[in-house]
């Protein structure tokens, strides 16, 4: 089997002696796989060299003395930075979450048609790879809209093998797509169609079954998409949650919360989270019940991430602008409202969710939001779920979670207040309800459906 992704499941640094040490990668994809491929020997994981230590790692060819055989790719400088910022972040992402600020955004110019090539063919350098090293008949699992256009390379160079694509986000249906140049948008689908398309949800593997037909005519042969859920590894996550890290973490929440209520929240800082939103919502909250003052924290445990975009650096630094205006607002000499927290440190998430009461997951849109079933797996205090409608995992949860709707922060604030004033007894019953819905699913089911796919 072989996985194809655009980050890989380890990234590589220096020690202090100079040696090239591997750390396992951030991110719900590889958390998810890499247990389940560690016992797989013939099992090989593709994926871009993202620094110069990864690129050192990964001259040598396939990396094989870790858990998982890993190949990294070293890709050209600047055709990866079209390919990663100026398509794949700057354009594709914006699409499928439906966020571009259109009366100023896209712009498809010259520019981007410099970078769409750059796309193509960074694209078509994973293709070639994989075709050059699959066996006849080999499942090739492609992840995300980074890697969009590999299936249709593949069934152009080696159709013999059995190719899957899984969209980890949303995805744009037709007047989302139709933003795209007509072209673009045809490239895109035709290589989805060209083999299984999978989703976390029937939502957007709809919106990609509309898109394909609009954008390829009804006649074309569009290979029918699936949905496959993902679920937390449970094991894992109870591991991390007694380990040292997690433990010491939970400590020194402890230490400033005391016995306060906890409202939670854990993302990379990136504004389809809806993070502002968040802080508005709970300043209203503050503002409407003087008896909750003194007596909630908000613990945002949310970390930067791509940083080469401008507007990735100015949400963040409307959120830490947001964070300074309602802390200054009510903070008291023992008290302040808003913890934030912007390290980028698993245990220490593991932690807040243990503790929280109520978690905040408000995404405007987001493909599935692993956080909001990971949340009730960990969590020891029956905490109620905030969920928006508009997270994939809606979907799976909404019958054991409080609706909170991302735009109206009146409507969330008082959700909010909800949550925290829940009786005992529907908080246990809703919790143990939420957890039994989220751990429906196991990483494992999710690689099975993948492999099932793959093999029609
Ligand atoms: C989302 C995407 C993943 C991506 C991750 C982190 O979850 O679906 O494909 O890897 O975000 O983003 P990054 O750009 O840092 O890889």
Known sequence: ?????????????????GELVAQRGA????????????DKA??????????DDDRAAGRAGTIAHLDVNVRLLDLDREQHRMHYEVVANGVLWFLHHGMFDRARRPRFDLRFRDAWEAFVAVNQHFADVVAQSA?????????DYQLCLVPGQLRAQRPDLRVVHFTHTPFAGPDDLSVLPTDVGAQLCASLASSPAGFHTGRWADAYRRSARAALGRGAGIAAPFVASLGPDVAALEAVSVSTGARAAARSLADVVGDRLVIARTDRIEPSKNIVRGFLAYDRLLEA??????????VAMVYPSRQGLAEYLAYESEVEQTVARVNDRWSTRDWKPILLDDRDDYA????????????LVNALRDGLNLVAKEGPVVNRRDGVLCLSPEAGAYEELK???????????????????????????????????????????????WLA???????Q
Do not use: N
């Open 1 to 17: 089997m072989i996985i194809v992704s655009h980050r890989g499941p380890y990234q590589f640094s220096r020690d202090d002696d």
């Open 27 to 38: 991110g719900g994809i590889v958390s998810a796989l890499s247990p389940l491929l560690a």
């Open 42 to 51: 013939d099992a090989t994981w593709i994926a871009a060299a993202m620094s």
């Open 135 to 143: 066996p006849a008949g080999e499942i090739v699992l492609v992840q």
């Open 289 to 298: 019940r003087p008896g909750l003052r003194g007596r909630v924290v908000f």
């Open 348 to 359: 220490r998430s593991v932690a807040g969710m243990q503790r929280y009461d109520v978690l």
């Open 399 to 445: 019958t054991a979670a409080l609706r909170v709707h991302p735009y109206d922060i009146e409507q969330c604030a008082g959700a909010l207040d909800d949550a925290l004033s829940m009786p005992l007894d529907e908080r246990a019953g809703r919790a143990s309800k939420l957890r039994a819905l989220a751990t429906k699913r196991s990483p494992a089911d």
């Open 449 to 455: 459906d993948l492999v099932g796919h793959a093999g």
